[in-house]
């Protein structure tokens, strides 16, 4: 394996797993610091407000050679998980969150930067692939913990440690070209539809990576019940991954992927038993699995943009989609039950496929 996409794969599969232990943990840090979940639904924007804090430092930071950008992601992604798994009061999850925000930057900067060139569908289909394969484990490790009722389901966020600062101790990646050309520029029209189409893809796939535990909840199972069938979205993610470097050739996997989550989504709002409405992430997650990466690869594909610059913009991309697209769920969930909030996702989806076919 390249070492590029086997150093991009660690990192990624890390932040995966943290990512959606932090969606998890959402309803044990509301039960632990007495608050509803929806009173910490910000707590994972912190990875977006990261996303747009670096994203305009990205061609800076990548100039020179990706590797500080990999160490010390690796670093804050694991000096976060570690707060978030032992913080005794909220000032130290939130402490927490904003380091686990500020690495998962560093590795949305560095990933698409680590993969450009003309493989970058398939290579980033692959890194994601081993995102989804680790987020399975994170509800599953919490769940199971929690049920033991000796410790707190949060200690399985200590789980990614050990192989970040193995990355950061071997981190080696080989600068990629910059794939431009020297004074020419992109069509603006073009990397603004990509990004939008980066944008959407985020939000919808955020939207379920966030609340899907608080969803199976509301259903009416137990905080450690609802994260254990959490597993359901990430593993139909992982699936639909797997698969994705086979299918990308050959079938048109962006209309097929947004009908299939469109049809999960649906599941999801109407289902009332957990049964139901697991099966329904499941679909969701197949669905939504190569919307993202090849997404990306088209933006980081324009002609004469950059390497650098692509992934800053796919940084900021997911920023933007990160903050607006969980939180705006959440407002409705107020106004309205938390199972038609996930409606959201079909406009979503309309609008991914229009910006795409034009």
Excluded at 145 to 164: E, F, H, K, M
Excluded at 237 to 243: I, K, Q, T, V
Aim: proline share 7%; aromatic share 4%.
């Amino acid at each position: 394996m390249d070492s590029n996409v086997r150093q991009a794969g660690i990192a990624q599969a890390a932040l995966g797993y943290a990512i959606t232990a932090l969606g998890a943990c959402l309803v044990l840090l509301a039960g632990d610091f007495g608050v509803p979940p929806e009173a910490l639904a910000w707590l994972p924007a912190t990875f977006g407000f990261g996303l747009l804090a670096m994203a305009p430092a990205g061609p800076l930071l990548l100039r020179s050679s990706p590797r500080p950008a990999l160490v010390g992601g690796s670093l804050a992604v694991a000096g976060g998980s570690t707060l978030l798994a032992l913080a005794p009061v909220p000032g130290v999850a939130v402490a927490g969150a904003l380091l686990l925000g500020a690495g998962g930057a560093a590795f949305a900067l560095v990933t698409p930067a680590l993969l450009a060139g003309a493989q970058a569908a398939v290579q980033l289909t692959k890194v994601n692939a081993a995102s989804s394969t680790a987020s399975v484990l994170a509800p599953a490790a919490i769940g199971g913990l929690n049920a033991t009722g000796v410790v707190s389901g949060r200690l399985a966020l200590l789980a990614v440690v050990p192989p970040l600062l193995f990355l950061a101790a071997t981190a080696r990646p080989t600068a990629t070209g910059s794939g431009s050309q020297p004074g020419a520029r992109p069509a603006a029209g073009a990397v603004s539809r990509r990004w939008g189409v980066v944008v959407l893809a985020v939000s919808v796939e955020f939207c379920f990576t966030i609340w899907a535990v608080a969803r199976l909840a509301a259903a009416g199972l137990t905080p450690g019940t609802a994260a254990a069938l959490g597993t359901a979205f990430p593993i139909g993610m992982a699936l639909g991954r797997l698969a994705g470097p086979a299918l990308i050739r050959r079938i048109p996997v962006v209309p097929i992927g947004a009908a299939v989550t469109a049809a999960g989504a649906l599941v999801v709002v109407v289902a009332g038993g957990a049964a139901a409405i697991t099966a329904g992430l499941v679909v969701a997650g197949a669905g939504v699995a190569t919307l993202y990466p090849v997404a990306l690869a088209g933006l980081v594909a324009t002609p004469r943009l950059s390497a650098a610059h692509a992934a800053s913009l796919g940084a900021l991309a997911s920023g933007t989609a990160i903050l607006a697209a969980p939180a705006a769920l959440a407002r409705l969930a107020d106004v309205v039950d938390l199972r038609l909030a996930f409606l959201i996702t079909l406009p979503l989806l309309a609008t991914l496929l229009l910006l795409r076919r034009r």
